[in-house]
């Protein structure tokens, strides 16, 4: 809602959330008392109704001290992790920091097409200035370390790819979906088909790899989120909607499985 306002300076949008109460109650004369103030004077923040309270959304700034040298308790040595998107941005940065921290096998899943590693020492020959090349220099330098890399060829929002390549992985301790950043795109030169597409595998791919790791018992599944689900910058409204159902995703998931989701 608030990218939509940053494009259209003529409209106002509220988030008003509501638990409906008991008909008769005193809650319900509550609500109906503070619902209507609301709605002739729409409030810039989010607005949440629970029984007699009238709750707003508000922002804490925290202040993180440096880390130290200790491996977070939710990694392990030698753990298996699947990081979904993991060719680029965001997941690559983050399979790099696993494999060199704690050895680990990663299991990077894209859509980009990658060579099979029977084919790197070819492409590190004939295409040694590629981009590909480049990764795979990355990669047996990961390995150089002590972790493993698996590049997995698949549509992460497809069910069936991604059964499949569990059946070849098997049990994993944690989960990252990192998809790619979807370009900037105002809404009035909407880029239709393509933005519709990557938001729908972003947000099914979440579905996905929930329904098939979600009950193996995982450390932990992240969902990478930007901060435009709550600045909801001009022209990102699909990355808004996208990190908005990631955060609200991953709340639910960790109050109803226990799973550590983020």
Request: with cysteine; charged share 20%; proline share 3%.
């Amino acid at each position: 809602l608030k990218a939509l306002t940053r494009e259209y300076s003529n409209l106002r949008c509220g988030h008003i959330d509501v638990e409906v109460p008991s008909a008769g109650s005193k809650a319900e004369r509550f609500l109906l008392e503070h619902l209507m103030a609301d709605l002739t004077s729409i409030p810039e923040t989010a607005v949440g109704y629970r029984g007699l309270h009238r709750w707003i959304q508000t922002f804490e700034q925290l202040r993180f001290e440096a880390a130290d040298q200790r491996l977070p308790e939710l990694l392990r040595q030698n753990g298996i992790y699947l990081i979904a998107g993991g060719l680029s941005g965001v997941g690559l940065h983050i399979a790099g920091w696993l494999a060199t921290t704690t050895k680990s096998s990663l299991v990077l899943v894209d859509e980009i097409p990658f060579p099979p590693r029977e084919e790197w020492t070819h492409v590190l020959t004939s295409a040694a200035d590629s981009p590909v090349a480049e990764l795979i220099r990355r990669f047996q330098s990961w390995e150089q370390t002590g972790a493993n890399v698996v590049v997995c060829t698949a549509d992460i929002a497809d069910a069936a790819q991604m059964r499949k390549i569990a059946k070849q992985i098997g049990a994993v301790n944690g989960v990252i979906h990192a998809p790619a950043a979807i370009p900037m795109e105002r809404i009035e030169s909407n880029a239709g088909e393509d933005v519709t597409v990557a938001s729908a595998k972003a947000v099914n791919g979440a579905l996905v790899l929930d329904e098939i790791f979600g009950d193996q018992g995982l450390d932990f599944m992240i969902l990478c989120s930007s901060l435009d689900a709550i600045t909801g910058e001009l022209g990102q409204v699909d990355d808004a909607a996208i990190s908005s159902f990631f955060d609200a995703f991953s709340r639910k998931k960790h109050l109803e499985d226990g799973c550590y989701t983020l």
